[in-house]
């Protein structure tokens, strides 16, 4: 091992850990060329030291030991990948208390618990990079603290969910149902064999805590987040969303909206004509918009063994950098000062247009009564759409809505869907990019 390496320790080998480390062993000269000296990866932990994942490692690099690795003085960098709160938590906190500096794209992790760590790791003056947490390959973190450092961000919203945006344009581009297209994500290896964290929006809600707060300076703010998932989207309100002019995708938005700010996770639709409607399959895409850019882009893999790799080697050598030139603690915050005054909007005070499909029989009245009850809360309809004529039995009324407050929507479809000739529950989607 030459003197002037920087050495480092991985834990888990699972697909971002076998895609890390192809990176750093196969691309060993050209990343010493880039940075000048050479990356050396000493160890990897994982408690399976005999599946193979696709990579050869040199003799004595895999141990099932991760305590081991922490203990070990010559390790400069911890990369941990192995996923979950516990133990990944403590493995963190020992990692930062004995000096090293951390890598990790544990966005459950720091979007629950990363006060601690980031506290830990000012105290004991050390890097933390997570880059590979939001969005995989595509360089937001960096985007967002570094490059946009000028601009006062306005919004930042987009798709990063690969799976829940997979099954969506499986469901638009072929009509078939929510359950059928999970099967196939599944059967793919895009959702995992518990998808629940996917398609309920929860990690857009992870990634989302850690982009607002880098965005607009709010401590880490998960439980706060409305979010809601794609379960409940069927290839009907598809179809109507498409004649409407709208395709239905999983946002995740973070926004600034007087003195407060809105960060919700939730299916939207946006006018077929958006980038971001135009964003399919596995892929991820950032929109945002600063006082001094405008709007950006940013679009590619949000997933997958060497996309993600790709990410965790970015902050490796951007620590690595920094222990060399003696620059570090750049990365070990997610803002240097939170901004108290920023609160977050609560979700009945959010104002948006509205999608509503309303079950009702197609009888004299009808209409005029939902009508009457929207205008009764100030919600203005837009336009209006109903699809069949069947005598005694429901048909749909598709509307979509100026813009209105959540709460007086929620208030006016409870007393719809009281109706007696209303007879089921009303769907409502969100609506962006449009007027509001
Ligand atoms: N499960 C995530 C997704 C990938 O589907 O995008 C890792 O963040």
Redesign the pocket.
Known sequence: MKNNSVTIGIIGFGTVGAGTAKILLRKRAELESKLGFPLVLKNIADLDTKRDRGIKLPSGVLINDAKAMLNDPSIDIVVELMGGIHPAKEFILQAIKNGKHVVTAN?ALLATEGHEIFKAARKSKVDIGFEASVA?SIPIIKVVRESLIGNNIQSIYGI?????NYILTKMTDEGIDFGTALKEAQALG???ADPT??IEGI?SAH?LTILSSLSFGIPLSFTKIYTEGIMKITPLDIQFASEFGYKIKLLAIAKQADSHIEVRVHPTMLPKDHLIANVNG?F?AIYIEGDAIGSQLYYGK??GEMP?GSAVVSDIADIARGIKTGLSCRTHGITMTENPELKIKKIDDIRTCYYLRFSALDKPGVLSKISGILGSRDISIKSMIQKGRKVEKAVPVVMMTHEARENDMARALKEINRLSLVSEKTIYLRVEGGEN
Do not use: H, L, P, R
């Open positions: 966005k995989g990063i969910n690969g799976t829940s895009y959702a995992e964290f996917d990690d990634k596995v991820n949000g997933a993600t």
